[in-house]
Structures are given as C-alpha cells and as structure tokens.
Nanobody, 122 residues
Framework: QVQLVESGGGLVQAGESLRLSCAAS????????VSWFRQAPGKERERVAT????????YYAASVKGRFTISRDNAKNTVYLQMNSLKPEDTAVYYC???????????????WGQGTQVTVSS
C-alpha cells in the first residue's frame, strides 16, 4: 500500500509563489511517473504536470507551462511542484497521483493523496 501526502498549499496573492510537496510512504515506492492534478469547484480534474520517476521526462499543461516546475527527490520519495507567478485561475485543490507515462499519455493508478488547497487572490 502506498500513501501520498500533499502539503504546501495556502492563500497567496496573484504573482506570488508556492511550493507543493507530495511525500510517498508505504511499501517500496518506484512508480513509472508521478503527476500533479488540480480541481477547481465545478470543474473537471486537470493534469498540470508529470515527471517520470527516472530520467528527465516532464509534461506541463499549457495553462502552467513556464510558471510551474515539477521536480523530484528520489531519496526522499517526494515530488515537488514549484508554482510561480500564480494567478487567480490557479485556485484549486491540488492532488498528486502515481501512474504510467507512455508516448505522451498518462495512465493513473489508484494512489491519490488527499489534496492541498491553493487559493490565489487578485
């Protein structure tokens, strides 16, 4: 069983930054990839960034490219999401998830964190 715990959310003003963390615990953690998703009220869950657990492959949604950076610390079983130049439209609950990333497509598995709220005021 793998547990994912997100942290780092909060209330910030537009233009400010936050760094989210996703810490994994449980049995040996070696996913193919880890993604950050977000879900705003009344909207579908959106994948914002993905990183392969080995190598350098990353993915960013167009809405965050150039502002968000995903990274990982394999020794700490932790994935980060550095969010800069935040906008009110970035307001959402942010979740991390493990899955498989192949040929540009991401396939979620069953492990999700509980989410962390990010609120950006204008």
């Amino acid at each position: 069983q793998v547990q994912l715990v997100e942290s780092g959310g909060g209330l910030v003003q537009a233009g400010e930054s936050l760094r989210l963390s996703c810490a994994a615990s449980g049995r040996s953690f070696s996913p193919d990839a880890v993604s950050w998703f977000r879900q705003a009220p009344g909207k579908e869950r959106e994948r914002v960034a993905t990183i392969r657990w080995s190598g350098t492959t990353t993915y960013y949604a167009a809405s965050v490219k150039g502002r968000f950076t995903i990274s990982r610390d394999n020794a700490k079983n932790t994935v980060y999401l550095q969010m800069n130049s935040l906008k009110p439209e970035d307001t959402a609950v942010y979740y991390c998830n493990t899955g498989t990333y192949r040929d540009g497509s991401y396939y979620s598995n069953t492990y999700w964190g509980q989410g962390t709220q990010v609120t950006v005021s204008s």
